[in-house]
């Protein structure tokens, strides 16, 4: 069975702990990353600026360091 996550993107902070996670406990090389966080800049009607990430992880494994590595604990386990 695939695992899911459920993930709070509202609160993210592009900390990239996660990805770091990842990266280090499957030791992948520079530039290889198997969950990454996108950046989204836009304007609002009144001019300011916001800023928004979005954390995803397209193959979703059993050991997910990810989860505990989030410091807001914004993604958890939803089935597995
Ligand atoms: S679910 Fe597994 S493969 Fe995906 S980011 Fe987390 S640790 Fe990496
Ligand atoms: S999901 Fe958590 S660990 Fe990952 S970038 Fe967002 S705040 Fe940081």
């Known amino acids: 069975m695939a695992v899911e996550f459920d993930y709070d993107d509202e609160y ?23 969950r990454t966080v996108t950046v989204t800049e836009a304007f609002k009607g009144d001019g300011t600026l916001e800023v928004t990430f979005k954390s995803r992880c397209q ?15 914004l993604i958890t386990v939803k089935k597995e």
């Open 12 to 34: 993210c902070t592009g900390c990239m702990a996660c990805v770091q996670a990842c990266k280090d406990f499957y030791d992948l090389p520079c530039g290889n990353n198997f």
């Open 59 to 73: 193959n979703p494994c059993k050991n997910h360091v990810c989860v505990p590595a989030c410091p807001i604990s």
